[in-house]
């Protein structure tokens, strides 16, 4: 079809107006389809419509004037012509139609915190189980946008950034469909949505989609990330971690800035080797910390490489994909996957006779495994079983028999040069700035297809190919982020105490158990050690708390900017005194005197020296000394103008100064002090305030250009 109002006809026709409606997360929903169905069922309260789905992306909002002048040119050359959903400016305000509700299990961080009817609706459930949950709510309707080309005169189409759930639920919704139920598959085209080979094809699928469309109109922007700053605390979290990626391991990140801050490390490790190496020296490593360097992770250049395997493929991990640190490659044939383990091994009777000591080909090869054969490159294409014999690509025959030596003799000149399917990087989604999305459009096809978009199950945990996963990820580092965690270990990511859902528990408690389930794997929280609240500061690491996220029987492996906390098998009081150690040293006294009189520490225990110093000054000393290559605001490039960073770091000062409400010390710097317009023409011009008119324009140049000089 070529209109979204055709396909919500059908789909109204085909369900009865009863809709309940799967839409994957982020980057993947067909908004020009949803929205329109959203139109439709709004004017008709014969209607209904129930919405699943996760990651509901809207425009960033400013909080005040200022912001607005700074947001907005910024927003329309980001955004540009963006179709944002009908339904979530509704869902934020409390005022959904009667007949439309929204569940979602996974907000956008802090978006719905002050919306009771999205925080009635939320859906806890490991993102592993949302299929599952779907399904039993009764779906009737899943759409998604689609990638798609035409090759030699053939539609092809890829489920592309989100067939993460789509994969694991269609299964479900065909046995339904089998059993007499009504449902619904619909796919809106989106030109610009990178075609993403192997599982994300839907060559398997297609003939059970009911509806694709491509509207005119609904190839608009594609709903970017931008690339935000990292700080000096953030850059020390990822500096720290950095140092547990193990060479020849697994790699799992999440998103965010200090995401970006690990993948900076990682990257000045392996291309820089003596500036990445520096702060960590001027840092001091305590020996405890080393020991678990030594044993654990790694400060080397990465010779053998790493193998990605994340829910989320992120800008950074891209990023360590095309530098070449994300590059061994694994397999989905076991036999195989078990032999690359070991040794990387060519093409060649050698490898042959590694198989067969595997029982995975036999003397005598059938067709399934002479397709394996060429699959992975070991023969070349052209070599088929006729009858009792091997026919080669140049027409000769020979015998099917392995131990026959003119056989394997004349099998010399059949084998690859080299092995193939090989995958780096599995994933389940992506959502990144659109430089990301231009670099996937970009590779070629054997770059794309050596990243493997598929379903979360295969991703998020170990059941099912549950031999072939463990040779996988060998030594894998699933690192993720937290907000808050306890003295005795637990984090806490997606909920705060009064009960309210900051974001969702997403595949994180997936990440964490399969560390534990994996032979040498590690889970990484990372945690900045405090934070700014209504002008105080406060830990991020407390006694207790009302909610946790992992369990504290879980609890593995702690990062702040302060250092590592190796919690795994230790005892409670040894995991307070890990957790003491990377604290805040403004906090650490106060946690301390908890802990023992909770009776978790002994009484006469201090502090070591060591770990005394941990406070900001310290950090940005240590970073100052480094320079900016060390510690660049965007490490992985930014989507601000040099005036617009300029301006950003201006108008956070400022904010920082109306939280603290230093309000006579910020106007009198802005009433006497004498700003230079010359000097800062160009940030002036871009909030349009080179020639202010009336008073409120002329106090908002005077504090802009008051914040600009404070903020260097």
């Not at 419509?49 to 909002?61: H, K, N, Q, V, Y």
């Not at 060649?348 to 067969?356: E, H, N, P, T, W």
């Not at 998020?460 to 982020?481: C, I, M, P, S, W």
């Not at 994180?508 to 934070?531: D, I, K, P, T």
């Given at each position: 079809m070529e209109s979204v109002e055709r396909a919500v006809d059908a789909v109204i026709e085909k369900t009865g107006g009863d809709i309940r409606l799967a839409m994957p997360l982020g980057l993947g929903k067909p908004n020009r389809f949803v929205n329109a169905l959203y139109r439709r069922v709004e004017q008709d309260d014969s209607l209904s419509l129930d919405i699943?789905?996760?990651?509901?992306l809207g425009r960033p909002g400013a909080g005040s004037d200022l912001e607005s002048r700074f947001l907005k040119p910024f927003a329309e050359r980001v955004f540009g012509d963006y179709e944002e959903l009908a339904y979530l400016k509704p869902v934020k305000k409390g005022s959904l139609p009667d007949n439309i509700r929204v569940f979602e299990f996974f907000f956008q961080p802090g978006s719905m915190l002050g919306s009771d009817g999205a925080q009635q609706h939320y859906i806890s459930s490991n993102y592993t189980h949302v299929a599952r949950d779907l399904n039993a709510r009764g779906i009737n309707v899943v759409a998604q946008l689609l990638a798609h080309r035409q090759v030699e005169g053939s539609d092809e189409y890829s489920f592309s950034c989100n067939p993460e759930v789509t994969l694991d639920l269609m299964p479900l919704?065909?046995?339904?469909?089998?059993?007499?139920?009504t449902i619904v598959s619909v796919g809106q085209i989106h030109r610009d949505l990178p075609f993403m080979e192997n599982d994300a094809r839907l060559d398997d699928w297609l003939p059970h989609m009911d509806i694709l469309v491509d509207d005119p109109q609904g190839h608009s922007r594609l709903f970017s990330t931008p690339n935000m700053p990292v700080n000096v605390q953030d850059h020390f979290v990822g500096l720290h971690a950095s140092t547990l990626i193990r060479d020849g391991g697994t790699l799992q990140i999440g998103i965010g800035a200090l995401g970006d801050a690990l993948v900076h490390h990682l990257r000045l490790r392996d291309q820089d080797n003596q500036r990445y190496l520096r702060p960590l020296k001027d840092w001091g490593i305590p020996d405890a910390q080393q020991q678990m360097i030594d044993q654990e992770g790694g400060t080397g250049a990465f010779r053998e490489g790493l193998y990605g395997c994340s829910e989320m493929v992120t800008h950074g991990l891209l990023q360590l994909v095309h530098d070449g640190i994300i590059r061994r490659p694994v397999y989905d044939w076991e036999p195989l996957q078990q032999l690359e383990m070991h040794e990387p091994t060519l093409p060649g009777l050698a490898l042959l006779?590694?198989?067969?000591?595997?029982s995975a080909i036999s003397r005598r090869l059938d067709r399934a495994q002479i397709r394996a054969l060429k699959r992975f490159g070991i023969f070349r294409e052209g070599v088929s079983k006729q009858g009792d014999e091997l026919e080669l690509p140049n027409g000769v025959r020979i015998a099917n028999d392995l131990d026959d030596r003119a056989s394997r003799e004349a099998l010399k000149a059949v084998f690859g040069d080299r092995l193939r399917g090989g995958i780096v990087m599995h994933g389940g989604f992506f959502l990144g700035p659109e430089a990301f999305y231009q670099r996937l459009r970009?590779?070629?096809?054997?770059?794309?297809?050596?990243?493997?978009?598929?379903?979360?199950?295969?991703?998020?945990?170990l059941y099912g190919d549950e031999g072939l996963k463990r040779l996988q990820r060998q030594d894998a580092r699933f690192v993720n982020t937290a907000f808050t965690v306890t003295l005795l270990g637990a984090g806490v990511a997606d909920q705060i105490d009064d009960g309210r859902v900051l974001s969702g528990v997403g595949g994180q408690y997936n990440f964490v158990s399969q560390a534990h389930e994996l032979e040498g794997a590690r889970s990484v929280l990372m945690v900045r050690a405090w934070r700014e609240r209504a002008s105080e500061a406060m830990s991020n690491v407390v006694f207790g708390y009302a909610h946790?996220?992992?369990?504290r029987h879980l609890r593995d492996v702690v990062v702040t900017e302060y250092g590592v906390a190796d919690l795994?098998?230790?005892?409670?009081e040894e995991v307070v005194m890990a957790m003491l150690n990377v604290s805040d040293s403004r906090f650490q006294i106060a946690l301390m005197e908890e802990a023992q009189a909770a009776g978790k520490l002994r009484k006469d225990y201090q502090i070591p020296e060591a770990h005394r110093r941990n406070n900001p000054e310290h950090l940005h000393d240590i970073a100052a000394s480094c320079g900016d290559t060390s510690f660049p605001l965007f490490p992985l490039g930014a989507d601000f103008t040099n005036t617009e960073q300029r301006l950003l770091k201006a108008l956070t000062w400022l904010k920082e100064k109306v939280s603290h409400k230093e309000y006579m010390e910020l106007g009198n710097k802005a009433l006497f002090h004498e700003g230079s317009e010359t000097e800062f023409a160009e940030e002036l011009k871009r909030m349009e305030l080179s020639d202010p008119d009336g008073v409120k324009?002329?106090?908002y140049q005077?504090?802009?250009?008051?914040?600009?000089?404070?903020a260097g």
């Amino acid at each position: 079809m070529e209109s979204v109002e055709r396909a919500v006809d059908a789909v109204i026709e085909k369900t009865g107006g009863d809709i309940r409606l799967a839409m994957p997360l982020g980057l993947g929903k067909p908004n020009r389809f949803v929205n329109a169905l959203y139109r439709r069922v709004e004017q008709d309260d014969s209607l209904s419509l129930d919405i699943f789905t996760a990651l509901s992306l809207g425009r960033p909002g400013a909080g005040s004037d200022l912001e607005s002048r700074f947001l907005k040119p910024f927003a329309e050359r980001v955004f540009g012509d963006y179709e944002e959903l009908a339904y979530l400016k509704p869902v934020k305000k409390g005022s959904l139609p009667d007949n439309i509700r929204v569940f979602e299990f996974f907000f956008q961080p802090g978006s719905m915190l002050g919306s009771d009817g999205a925080q009635q609706h939320y859906i806890s459930s490991n993102y592993t189980h949302v299929a599952r949950d779907l399904n039993a709510r009764g779906i009737n309707v899943v759409a998604q946008l689609l990638a798609h080309r035409q090759v030699e005169g053939s539609d092809e189409y890829s489920f592309s950034c989100n067939p993460e759930v789509t994969l694991d639920l269609m299964p479900l919704l065909l046995a339904r469909r089998e059993a007499g139920e009504t449902i619904v598959s619909v796919g809106q085209i989106h030109r610009d949505l990178p075609f993403m080979e192997n599982d994300a094809r839907l060559d398997d699928w297609l003939p059970h989609m009911d509806i694709l469309v491509d509207d005119p109109q609904g190839h608009s922007r594609l709903f970017s990330t931008p690339n935000m700053p990292v700080n000096v605390q953030d850059h020390f979290v990822g500096l720290h971690a950095s140092t547990l990626i193990r060479d020849g391991g697994t790699l799992q990140i999440g998103i965010g800035a200090l995401g970006d801050a690990l993948v900076h490390h990682l990257r000045l490790r392996d291309q820089d080797n003596q500036r990445y190496l520096r702060p960590l020296k001027d840092w001091g490593i305590p020996d405890a910390q080393q020991q678990m360097i030594d044993q654990e992770g790694g400060t080397g250049a990465f010779r053998e490489g790493l193998y990605g395997c994340s829910e989320m493929v992120t800008h950074g991990l891209l990023q360590l994909v095309h530098d070449g640190i994300i590059r061994r490659p694994v397999y989905d044939w076991e036999p195989l996957q078990q032999l690359e383990m070991h040794e990387p091994t060519l093409p060649g009777l050698a490898l042959l006779d590694a198989l067969r000591e595997q029982s995975a080909i036999s003397r005598r090869l059938d067709r399934a495994q002479i397709r394996a054969l060429k699959r992975f490159g070991i023969f070349r294409e052209g070599v088929s079983k006729q009858g009792d014999e091997l026919e080669l690509p140049n027409g000769v025959r020979i015998a099917n028999d392995l131990d026959d030596r003119a056989s394997r003799e004349a099998l010399k000149a059949v084998f690859g040069d080299r092995l193939r399917g090989g995958i780096v990087m599995h994933g389940g989604f992506f959502l990144g700035p659109e430089a990301f999305y231009q670099r996937l459009r970009e590779m070629d096809e054997a770059q794309r297809s050596a990243i493997n978009m598929t379903r979360i199950s295969f991703v998020n945990h170990l059941y099912g190919d549950e031999g072939l996963k463990r040779l996988q990820r060998q030594d894998a580092r699933f690192v993720n982020t937290a907000f808050t965690v306890t003295l005795l270990g637990a984090g806490v990511a997606d909920q705060i105490d009064d009960g309210r859902v900051l974001s969702g528990v997403g595949g994180q408690y997936n990440f964490v158990s399969q560390a534990h389930e994996l032979e040498g794997a590690r889970s990484v929280l990372m945690v900045r050690a405090w934070r700014e609240r209504a002008s105080e500061a406060m830990s991020n690491v407390v006694f207790g708390y009302a909610h946790n996220t992992i369990p504290r029987h879980l609890r593995d492996v702690v990062v702040t900017e302060y250092g590592v906390a190796d919690l795994r098998g230790k005892t409670d009081e040894e995991v307070v005194m890990a957790m003491l150690n990377v604290s805040d040293s403004r906090f650490q006294i106060a946690l301390m005197e908890e802990a023992q009189a909770a009776g978790k520490l002994r009484k006469d225990y201090q502090i070591p020296e060591a770990h005394r110093r941990n406070n900001p000054e310290h950090l940005h000393d240590i970073a100052a000394s480094c320079g900016d290559t060390s510690f660049p605001l965007f490490p992985l490039g930014a989507d601000f103008t040099n005036t617009e960073q300029r301006l950003l770091k201006a108008l956070t000062w400022l904010k920082e100064k109306v939280s603290h409400k230093e309000y006579m010390e910020l106007g009198n710097k802005a009433l006497f002090h004498e700003g230079s317009e010359t000097e800062f023409a160009e940030e002036l011009k871009r909030m349009e305030l080179s020639d202010p008119d009336g008073v409120k324009e002329h106090l908002y140049q005077r504090l802009l250009l008051t914040a600009l000089e404070a903020a260097g």
